[in-house]
């Protein structure tokens, strides 16, 4: 048994209890005083991210979307769950880092990039309308209210700059919200190719409150231009899928304060690999999961094999031309080629 000792110096215990009332007092105090700072209340944790991504056919541009090789949009999801910020809520997000898989290729050379963050912050999306590079997404948070969590969505409208993109981040209810998030590209290691790292300012709404947290985070990134007869695609696909799918990865950052108190969170991706691919301009099947220049010289091989082992020679067919042939297709040539060509060029060079 556990025998229970009392103390006989009954003063020693009463400063004892002096002690524990002051030391519970100053902390209460020291925790107060963390809130109108917009620091965490509670003990530094990272919050957990969930990662989501589809790939997304450009509106108005054929043989695009999750085609190998071909040009795409990105629709992007991070839900984003955590406690320990303001009365149990995420800390606020600071930065956004995604890689993309090995061989999606980033076009920004002939993408209007005269956007810069100074000029959305004076007039707005309508201020960079011709550098708009995707569909508005969103954005669900809480903002505190004089001391009261309230939910408020955003919208979070992606555009063009030099080497990067902008996030022109823009709410009214309960708090008018007008941030900008500043994107550039660089180059990761295997087995990730492209990567984009994303800046998020702190979104203050009161002075002395707290920032805003956020919990879910939706984007859609990506377009194409017509340049005389020419398209191009600011991303690619790869032009091939390894076995399991595209990986990719985001990694997100969270903190009130310095970035050296900063915790970050990890969440991986895996695409499926796309079961068509782009060749000399069609759209061909290709077998999910394989590389498609694989795939192409097994079919081939398979031919060759097939016509030697039935003992039938192979023909080269040629088409005869004739004079009525050739006048048909000059003559349509000239009503449809060339002057479709020509005004076609002239056309919108944007979907958005």
């Known amino acids: 048994m556990f025998k229970s000792t009392t103390s006989t110096t009954p003063r020693t215990t009463a400063g004892a209890a002096i002690g ?9 105090l020291a925790l107060s005083a963390l809130v109108p700072l917009g620091l965490p209340a509670l003990a530094s944790a990272a919050p957990t991210v969930e990662a989501h991504a589809r790939i997304l056919p450009i509106p108005h541009f054929a043989h695009t979307g999750n085609i190998l090789g071909a040009g795409a949009e990105l629709e992007t999801t991070f839900k984003i769950t955590g406690s320990e910020y303001d009365f149990g809520h995420p800390a606020p997000l600071r930065r956004v880092e995604v890689f993309f898989p090995k061989g999606t290729k980033i076009t920004t050379k002939g993408f209007p990039s005269a956007c810069t963050a ?10 960079c ?13 809480v903002v505190n209210i004089g001391g009261e969590p309230i939910p408020e969505t955003v919208t979070v409208t992606p555009f063009f700059t ?3 993109l902008l996030f022109w981040i823009e709410g009214s209810t309960p708090t008018k919200i007008e941030k900008v998030a500043v994107g550039h590209w660089t180059q990761a290691g295997a087995p990730y190719g492209p990567e984009i790292v994303v800046e998020v300012p702190l979104i203050e709404t009161l002075p ?3 920032d805003a947290s956020a919990e879910l985070i939706k984007s859609i990134a990506g377009a194409a231009r017509r340049v ?4 191009i695609y600011y991303g690619t696909i790869p032009k091939s899928c390894p ?16 970035e050296s108190t900063w915790e970050s969170a990890t969440a991986l991706v895996k695409v499926p690999c796309p079961t068509h691919a782009l060749k000399g301009g069609r759209v061909v099947a290709v077998k999910h999961g394989v ?6 010289r097994h079919a081939s091989a398979r031919r060759a094999t097939r016509r030697s082992s039935s003992g039938l020679k192979r023909r080269v067919r040629r088409h005869k031309i004739v004079k009525s042939h050739r006048g048909k297709a000059k003559g349509h040539a000239k009503k449809h080629g060339k002057g479709k060509a020509k005004g076609h060029s002239k056309g919108p060079s944007s979907a958005y």
């Not at 100074?118 to 201020?127: D, F, P």
């Not at 950052?253 to 310095?258: D, E, K, M, N, V």
């Not at 590389?291 to 192409?296: E, F, G, P």
């Open 20 to 28: 524990s009332s002051w030391r519970r007092a100053l902390c209460a």
């Open 208 to 210: 002395g409150a707290p």
């Open 162 to 164: 030099s080497n990067g």
């Open 129 to 141: 309308k011709k550098e708009q590079a995707g569909p508005p997404g969103s954005s669900n948070g």
């Open 291 to 296: 590389n498609r220049r694989a795939a192409l």
């Open 118 to 127: 100074a000029m959305l912050e004076r007039g707005g999306a309508a201020a």
């Open 228 to 231: 005389g007869r020419k398209t």
């Open 243 to 258: 076995k399991g799918g595209f990986p990719g990865k985001a990694v997100l950052s969270f903190g009130a304060g310095a």
